[in-house]
């Protein structure tokens, strides 16, 4: 309860007791807490004109890192008796050393100065206010407000670095890349022999092919390589990612984030289409910027509500006919239904798809029911993948017991063996 409703309290009681009994002294003993009161008051916290700086040694950090914060208070108002600071920092963040809360005396045109360190799970966090209470000595009136502030965090996904991920996309960029483009030019790999014509290197120059048809002199093609558009899709759906308190969302951002890093080293165009509580796209682009846009999308990402992949909608402005789609998804059983209209559709389709079967016993008593109950879901988990397989789409199954990068050089680093027939 409020101290000056107490004192307040005290004093009319006082007063009425005295009144009430006649008894002078009675009413006199309410002289004291009154002059306490009344001195409170004349000495309350007037008008407090503070500014706030907040500065972060790190606005973008990796999972598992540190960040020092200090936040910079000057004030430019009349003295304050007594201050208590409480930074309001996003729920998600964990102190490692120090203390949000700051109190002190502070003088007119003082500076106060303190820090303290945190780390996070991955997230974007924003700092928006600290809360100021300000009181006088006597304890009994105070007066509160929250002073705005400026500060983000970027907590970002482990990027794991992936030597290569095969794709064989049908449709390929002008500019040069690591994607076979199925046309003759210059390359590394042998494609086809034709006329030596003026400007071809005499290196190229076919010898036995030659020596065999002396009316022509005959040259080596090599197969170009070239970039690729890609696009990576992430399916955020609780159906398919949380399992009562444990979600396996974090293990589907880390391979997203290891191939969006290695298709741009490569040189391709990549884009993150988003698929949970709504559709998040961030559009395609090249290079280290469009790394780090994925990546500070990626960070901001939770499992949404969406139950279906109903309605999911590749821009084929962004995606043409033949441009190479990666789901990362641990796949509903009717999902099928679409990724194979989808792969029909002209897309080729990659799924990496972590084990959700392996994945939810791991956290289970080990128990007779609960290894029956698992092998029949993981029955059906092989029909749907079978399935998905037989349709043309390339399935990565990763046990997230095993880490991906060791999957990846297993699954995604050998090139592709197409029929001749399904490269164009």
Known sequence: MNRTYLLGLLIFILVFAGLLTLQAPVAALA?????????????????????VVRTLSAERIQTGDEVTITLTVRN??????????????????????GSILHLAEFP????????????????????????????EHFGLVSSERELPTDGQLFILPPVLRLRRVAIQPRRTRIFSGTIPAHTGGSGVEFFDVREYQPGDSPRWINWKLTARHPQSVYANQFEQERSADVGILLDGRHRTNDFGRRSIFEHSVLAAAALADSLLNSGNRVGLLFYGKQVNWTMPGY?????????QALARLEPGDVQSFDGLYIPRHL???????????????????????????????????????SFELSGLEDVA????????????????????????????????????????????????????????
């Not at 002289?31 to 500014?51: I, K, M, N, S, T």
């Not at 500076?111 to 009181?135: L, P, Q």
């Not at 290079?287 to 990546?295: A, V």
């Open 76 to 97: 430019t108002g009349p003295a304050l008796e007594e201050v208590l600071f409480e930074d309001q920092i996003p729920a998600g963040l964990e102190i490692i050393d």
């Open 319 to 357: 995606f043409p006919f033949r441009s190479q789609l990666v789901l990362v998804s641990a796949l509903a059983p009717d999902d099928y239904e679409l990724l194979a209209a989808l792969r029909l559709s002209g897309y080729p389709l990659l799924i990496i798809s972590p084990d959700p079967v």
């Open 31 to 51: 002289l004291p807490p009154l002059a306490y009161l009344l001195a409170a008051v004349w000495r309350g916290p007037e008008a407090a004109q503070l500014q």
């Open 369 to 424: 029911a609960h290894q029956q109950a698992g092998r029949i879901i993981r029955l059906q988990r092989q029909l749907l993948l079978r399935r998905l397989r037989g349709a043309g789409i390339q399935v990565v199954d990763w046990d997230v017991s095993q880490p991906f990068e060791v999957v990846a050089k297993r699954e995604l680093e050998r090139r592709l063996v197409l029929p001749r027939g399904e490269l164009r």
């Open 108 to 135: 007119a045109g003082g500076t106060i100065t303190w820090s303290y360190r945190v780390r996070g799970r991955r997230g974007y966090f924003a700092f928006k206010r600290i809360r100021v209470t300000i009181r």
């Open 287 to 295: 290079g280290r910027m469009q790394s780090e846009r994925i990546l």
